[in-house]
């Protein structure tokens, strides 16, 4: 269904179509459609609307299929993380349901990343002038959230349990090792005459273009009680994405950050999130404070000495060593993980310092080109 009327979906069915089938389409509609959503009625329907062929979709979702490929890029604070880019006909798939869905349903106000005009420093303006600041990382922030997740927030859009079902798998994937939840979801889902059989849970995976507003539209009630927590020890709170950031310029207690970092522990668990304890920072008064590398002592966010070294660094050492070299010597797991890394951080830095952003942006842009990458190659890779 393509048209919100009932009158023209019925006067355009085609004249053999069974009128009960008609009137169950739009029955079936009729919730997303009053949330501004697309009528997905059928895998099949999906597979029409995407341009994607129904049996490939059908072997995604069966988990039969993977339609992805994966690759390794460095962390920051050590070790590698696992990128699982989708094949071309699933990705343009997501990026339909993307579009169409995720784009259209509202998040939480406290969640800054993913969304239309939001951007490290107006997350990071929130906390300017507070006298304590605790900070927490999410350790595998979109590998620990489910299908189980994914599923129920297609259902609050109002799509029926077997589309909500399907959507959610052909948006999660499968990872070796993660924790299976229990047999009664991952293999014995039914839904009517279809039997979806898995042994192991799906999960987020990082790199496909549904995740990001998936991980903040599935977050919006563990947003709610963080924030109401925040709000009952007089502080503020927002994530940006698995950086969680609580600042107060109340009068506080070490005893009383340790105790609300012990409730933030509490909730997170409740959704399957694990704190990543090494990152885990108290800022008492008169401590330096950072969020998101940005200095929020003052009256405005500021590009911290450690962010600019960093960029800056990149950038000379793939100037003067080359790709190759410099990925190799700063432990990267591919070039591509690399080039993408150091974008990313130029981003964050344009955004703060717009001027320093574009110079170093210019420069790696020249660097890259003189070794044989252009910006359509950087920007097409998956």
């Known amino acids: 269904m393509t048209v919100a009327s009932p009158h023209l979906y019925r006067r355009h069915a085609p004249e053999n179509t069974d009128r009960q089938l008609v009137e169950r389409a739009l029955a079936q509609s009729s919730a997303p459609l009053s949330k501004g959503l697309p009528s997905i009625l059928t895998l099949r329907h999906l597979g029409h609307l995407t341009g994607a062929d129904y049996k490939y979709l059908r072997s995604v979702v069966q988990r039969e299929y993977d339609g992805y490929r994966t690759f390794s890029i ?23 349901i993307a579009s169409k869905v995720l784009n259209k349903v509202s998040v939480h106000k406290n969640s800054f990343a993913y969304k239309p005009g939001s951007n490290p420093k107006k997350c990071a303006s929130v906390h300017l002038g507070a006298s304590w600041l605790i900070k927490i990382d999410i350790h595998d922030f979109f590998e620990s959230i489910t299908e189980r997740r994914v599923y129920y927030s297609f259902l609050d859009c109002g799509y029926q349990p077997l589309v909500a079902f399907e959507l959610s798998r052909l948006c999660t994937r499968v990872f070796t090792g993660k924790p299976n939840v ?6 014995r889902r039914r839904h009517g005459s279809r039997v979806y059989a898995t042994s192991e849970l799906g999960h987020l995976p990082q790199g496909a273009p549904t995740s990001p507003m998936l991980s903040n539209m599935v977050s919006f009630e563990l947003d709610h009680k963080l924030s109401t927590l925040a709000n009952d020890y007089g502080f503020v709170y927002t994530r940006y994405s698995d950086d969680l950031a609580f600042s107060s310029g109340e009068k506080f207690t070490h005893k009383a950050a340790g105790e609300f970092v012990q409730n933030i522990d509490r909730i997170l668990k409740s959704f399957g999130h694990v704190i990543h304890q090494r990152k885990t920072t108290i800022a008492p008064p008169g401590a330096r404070k950072v969020v ?21 660094d990149h950038v000379r050492g793939i100037e003067k060593f080359g790709l190759a070299m410099h990925a190799s010597e700063r432990h990267f797991a591919s070039i591509w993980g690399m080039v993408n890394h150091v974008n990313g951080l130029i981003s964050h830095v344009r955004g703060v310092d717009p001027e320093l952003g574009s110079n170093l942006r210019s420069r790696l842009t020249t660097a890259l080109a003189i070794q044989g990458w252009s910006a359509e190659t950087i920007a097409g890779h998956p």
Do not use: F
């Open 74 to 96: 460095r962390k920051r604070s050590g070790g590698t993380r696992l990128i699982a880019s989708p094949e071309p006909v699933l990705g343009e798939v997501q990026r339909w």
């Open 292 to 312: 998101l590398g940005l200095l929020v002592d003052g009256s405005s966010p500021r590009l911290s000495k450690e962010l600019r070294a960093r960029v800056s």
């Open 182 to 187: 229990g047999p009664q979801w991952s293999t």
